[in-house]
DNA sequence: AACGATCCCTGTTGGC
DNA sequence: TGCCAACAGGGATCGT
């Protein structure tokens, strides 16, 4: 799954399917390779509401020409390129996104609603037929500005350790997984890893976050690492739609890893209690009543 | 400030 | 078989 010399192979090197941050940073190492160092030459919008997080999508179009790719970074699941020109070029796969590296001569994919060229005839493909992704291009001021500076610590390369953790969870009501999946606590963490970590410390979703032990805080702040870890060692990986993971082999790796998401009623892979479903924080979430507490 | 609810969007699924 | 409502999700935004 490396990728090929793609300027000149016009077999496209696709991403791996879903936004979570083991993909994208799976795809940022991919891509990163492909666009450091070179020169953009055309961009297209097809779809103004991928650019929404610009005043006008022209300022896009505008912004990137012309311009060279000086390094390709992520925080969380933002993919976040540095342009020449003090620009900070963003990237958000939302929920269905995919980046794709192809010759311009390879058919592109539905719903591919944003091209950009590079300098050496390789275009970078946005296809996201849901448009929860997003792309922009901030100046200093517009980044300072935007949500972005309240992202907090990316939890992969700068996992939260328990003594911090523990401050931010200290009083807090909501819903413990609501904190993991806050963007501003610690990025990178989605409904599915959420579900994941949780059960791997034994802490049930609902649990408000200010609630939890010492212990529990350590346990919880002791498996983010690991499990986003395994996730990355398997970042090739499909994951589309939860039903459709069956159908796909790889996918089904995917799923034979998954210990709590999308198992209801199916046995605890620790204890073989039936897995249990509610929602939190307006989203599905899955545990064991037996190892979760 | 903190928290919960809503909305965006489309492919897929399940119920009738 | 065919139709259509329900569902999934990340993040912005709004109301309380």
């Not at 009501?173 to 409904?191: S, Y």
Request: proline residues 6%; aromatic residues 4%; hydrophobic residues 40%.
């Amino acid at each position: 799954m490396l990728p090929r010399d793609v300027g000149s192979d016009p077999e496209a090197w696709d991403a791996a399917s879903v936004p979570e941050l083991p993909e994208v940073e799976t795809t940022r190492r991919h891509v990163a390779q492909a666009l450091t160092g070179r020169r953009i030459d055309v961009v297209e919008i097809r779809r103004d509401r991928m650019a929404r997080r610009n005043e006008r999508p022209a300022d896009i179009v505008e912004r990137l020409v012309g311009r060279t790719v000086e390094s390709v970074g992520r925080i969380g699941k933002f993919i976040v390129i540095e342009v020449e020109g003090d620009l900070r070029w963003v990237i958000h796969l939302g929920m269905s996104g995919r980046l794709q590296l192809a010759g311009a001569s390879h058919p592109e994919a539905p719903h591919t609603n944003v091209v950009v060229s590079l300098d050496d005839g390789v275009e970078l493909r946005f296809v996201d037929p849901r448009t929860f992704g997003f792309v922009a291009v901030w100046t200093a001021e517009e980044w300072a500005a935007s949500t972005m500076p309240a992202i907090g610590r990316d939890a992969l390369s700068d996992t939260p350790d328990a003594v911090w953790l523990a401050d931010r969870l200290a009083g807090r009501t909501a819903p413990i997984k609501a904190l993991l999946l806050d963007q501003r606590v610690m990025a990178g963490i989605g409904n599915i890893y959420a579900d994941e970590v949780l059960h791997r410390c034994g802490v049930r979703p609902t649990r408000p976050a200010g609630s939890l032990t010492s212990g529990e805080v350590e346990g919880l702040a002791s498996v983010v690492g690991p499990v986003l870890e395994d996730g990355l060692l398997h970042g090739g990986t499909s994951l589309d739609d939860l039903a459709y993971l069956l159908p796909d082999g790889r996918a089904g790796e995917y799923a034979a890893r998954l210990r709590v998401y999308g198992r209801t009623g199916e046995p605890c892979r620790t204890c073989g209690t039936p897995i249990e479903r509610t929602i939190v924080a307006q989203r599905s979430s899955h545990f064991c009543p037996r190892c979760q507490t």
